[in-house]
């Protein structure tokens, strides 16, 4: 799970260009601490907070207030999003491109979400972990191998990377070294990851909760 799979539009930046006080009438409207701003050609520039424009004069433009620089690439991936958001105490994510042109934001309800998902891993069911070239990448061929052992995918998760694909899956049995057997005759990489999801999971949902009872103090 990347950046760019968790972001989204539902939020607009702001426009260098507008006044502080239109854009403390913005956040306060979305319900968030922080907003993206960026320029007519949609270059990234920061995130302004709440504070920030409140504490300039409401006349003023936006960029004539500080602004930080606070935003993850598109590729990278949900602990290290999570991470972001927990240091910064932050309500939105900036989510950019390796040209800093503004690609989206995430959003605690985001992240939330992604957890929500999560869950189905705390139910009976082995945890795989396929890495593949990306070119050979078929979750078509994947999906059939793991039926040929009367098995499903209960729920999928997918990384990529130049070069390389990362597939995270939950099948709806235990009984997986057959399947991980036939993966690898396939080519693919593949092995357990039951007990390092479920720790990994655990320790970053912990993090999103010590952050939204912050946020809701």
Same mark, same amino acid.
């Given at each position: 799970?990347?950046?760019?799979?968790?972001?989204?539009?539902?939020?607009?930046?702001?426009?260098?260009?507008?006044? +502080?006080?239109?854009?403390?009438?913005?956040?306060?409207?979305?319900?968030?601490?922080?907003?993206?701003?960026?320029?007519?050609?949609?270059?990234?520039?920061?995130?302004?907070?709440?504070?920030?424009?409140?504490?300039?004069?409401?006349?003023?433009?936006?960029?004539? +207030?500080?602004?930080?620089?606070?935003?993850?690439?598109?590729?990278?991936?949900?602990?290290?999003?999570?991470?972001?958001?927990?240091?910064?105490?932050?309500?939105?994510?900036?989510?950019?491109?390796?040209?800093?042109?503004?690609?989206?934001?995430?959003?605690?309800?985001?992240?939330?979400?992604?957890?929500?998902?999560?869950?189905?891993?705390?139910?009976?069911?082995?945890?795989?972990?396929?890495?593949?070239?990306?070119?050979?990448? %078929?979750?078509?061929?994947?999906?059939?191998?793991?039926?040929?052992?009367?098995?499903?995918?209960?729920?999928?998760?997918?990384?990529?990377?130049?070069?390389?694909?990362?597939?995270?899956?939950?099948?709806?049995?235990?009984? %997986?070294?057959?399947?991980? /057997?036939?993966?690898?005759?396939?080519?693919?990489?593949? %092995?357990?990851?039951?007990?390092?999801?479920?720790?990994?999971?655990?320790?970053?949902?912990?993090?999103? /909760?010590?952050?939204? %009872?912050?946020?809701?103090?």
């Amino acid at each position: 799970m990347t950046a760019a799979d968790l972001q989204t539009n539902n939020i607009s930046p702001l426009l260098n260009t507008e006044l +502080c006080y239109l854009a403390i009438e913005k956040i306060k409207d979305a319900n968030i601490f922080q907003i993206p701003v960026i320029n007519k050609e949609n270059k990234y520039l920061g995130i302004v907070s709440l504070d920030q424009l409140t504490s300039c004069n409401t006349e003023k433009k936006i960029e004539d +207030c500080e602004l930080s620089q606070i935003f993850v690439l598109e590729n990278q991936t949900i602990f290290e999003i999570i991470e972001i958001f927990y240091s910064k105490k932050l309500s939105i994510l900036p989510v950019i491109t390796n040209e800093q042109k503004y690609f989206g934001l995430i959003t605690i309800e985001n992240i939330n979400s992604y957890f929500a998902k999560l869950s189905s891993f705390k139910y009976p069911g082995s945890i795989l972990r396929i890495i593949t070239d990306i070119t050979s990448y %078929s979750i078509v061929e994947i999906a059939q191998i793991i039926e040929l052992h009367n098995a499903k995918i209960l729920l999928l998760f997918t990384n990529f990377t130049n070069s390389q694909a990362t597939i995270i899956l939950k099948l709806n049995t235990l009984e %997986s070294e057959k399947i991980i /057997d036939t993966l690898i005759r396939y080519n693919y990489e593949a %092995s357990e990851f039951n007990n390092e999801i479920n720790e990994l999971s655990e320790f970053y949902k912990k993090r999103i /909760d010590s952050l939204i %009872s912050y946020m809701n103090i």
